[in-house]
């Protein structure tokens, strides 16, 4: 049976990949909410427009517009990224339209490590995504948390932790810290499964495509390019707190201290997923970290 998915956040990088794996679904029909204003974000769109995917123009702080946007849905799917104004306010508004208009559940955008157990104060995105799913719960939507741990893409080039210009990986205590982790497009491919799966319960839906600890995805990373990596700890959790502490005092640059918090759940082992529903889905095959890195990075070249 046809179900009316709404997505907000399509024109994101996590929400492009959603889009695109719920128009592959036959029963989906998609409609995006989507801000105006940037016309090459909007060009990007035109392949689902021509797959028969509708626009409704407006911003998550428009509330005419999502009355408009979740008309006639049954599902919303948000993948929207931001500070307390879009992911408490917005994603709140966006359920209560849901709940006025007949919509039967939401999929809020939490896709992480198990925020739920993180303890309050140590985390801001995590504790703002919290905050935001209690106020969803409130509107009486069903709710589904989809949770897959870190995408395997922040392994990547230009992420920080796995430095490919200066061959260094760094971490916090000893590297040996196993987390969940799955690349976006599997990411977006349970998304758009779970969203249409009426048998879904409301709650925590958590996956990963594997658990390595920073030290294996090393050793994955060099034997497929060939690059040996040097290993270096920046200390233990003790020295964590402190770099962390001090990197809220930095108000210039409020991403390193987001970053550090992350990196604080990892080492601390507190937001580890439980409840693994990755084989819910015959022929969705969830790629290992080592599959992942053989289609992303450049292959080892023989001597
Ligand atoms: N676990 C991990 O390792 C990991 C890593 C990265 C991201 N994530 C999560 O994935 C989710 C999506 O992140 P992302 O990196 O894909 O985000 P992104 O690329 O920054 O995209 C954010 C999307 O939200 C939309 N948006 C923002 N404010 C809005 C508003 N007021 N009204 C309507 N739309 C609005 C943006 O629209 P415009 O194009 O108009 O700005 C864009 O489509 C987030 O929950 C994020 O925390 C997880």
Do not use: C
Not at 24 to 48: I, N, T, W, Y
Not at 245 to 263: C, G, R
């Amino acid at each position: 049976m046809t179900q009316t998915v709404l997505l907000a956040g399509a024109t994101g990088m996590l929400g492009s990949r959603i889009a695109h794996r719920l128009m592959s679904q036959p029963e989906a029909r998609l409609r995006l909410l989507v801000r105006g204003g940037d016309a090459a974000k909007r060009a990007a769109l035109d392949p689902l427009l021509a797959h028969g995917a509708e626009i409704i123009e407006g911003d998550l702080a428009d509330l005419p517009a999502l009355d408009r946007a979740t008309q006639g849905v049954d599902v919303i799917v948000s993948a929207v990224q931001g500070g307390p104004d879009v992911i408490i306010d917005g994603q709140a508004a966006l359920a209560e339209a849901g709940r006025r208009n007949g919509v039967r559940r939401i999929l809020p955008s939490d896709y992480a490590l198990d925020l739920f157990k993180a303890t309050p104060g140590e985390h801001m995105m995590f504790d703002l995504r919290r905050t935001a799913d209690e106020k969803i719960a409130a509107t009486g939507i069903e709710h589904v948390h989809v949770l897959q741990g870190a995408f395997m893409e922040m392994f990547g080039p230009g992420m920080g932790t796995i430095d490919y210009e200066t061959g260094v990986v760094t971490f916090w205590g000893d590297g040996t810290q196993m987390i969940e982790t799955t690349s976006v497009e599997d990411t977006a491919r349970m998304v758009a499964r779970v969203a249409l799966d009426r048998t879904v319960p409301s709650g925590k839906f958590a996956f990963a495509g594997d658990k390595v600890s920073i030290l294996d995805a090393a050793k994955v990373i060099e034997a497929q390019t060939g690059r040996r990596f040097e290993r270096r700890s920046n200390g233990s959790e003790a020295n964590l707190r402190a770099a962390k502490a001090e990197a809220h005092k930095d108000t210039s640059n409020p991403f390193k201290a987001v970053m550090l918090a992350y990196q604080l759940t990892m080492l601390t082992g507190q937001t580890a997923l439980s409840g693994m529903q990755n084989d819910r889905y015959s022929g969705l095959q969830l790629e290992s970290f080592a599959q992942f890195a053989a289609r992303t990075l450049p292959r080892r070249v023989a001597a």
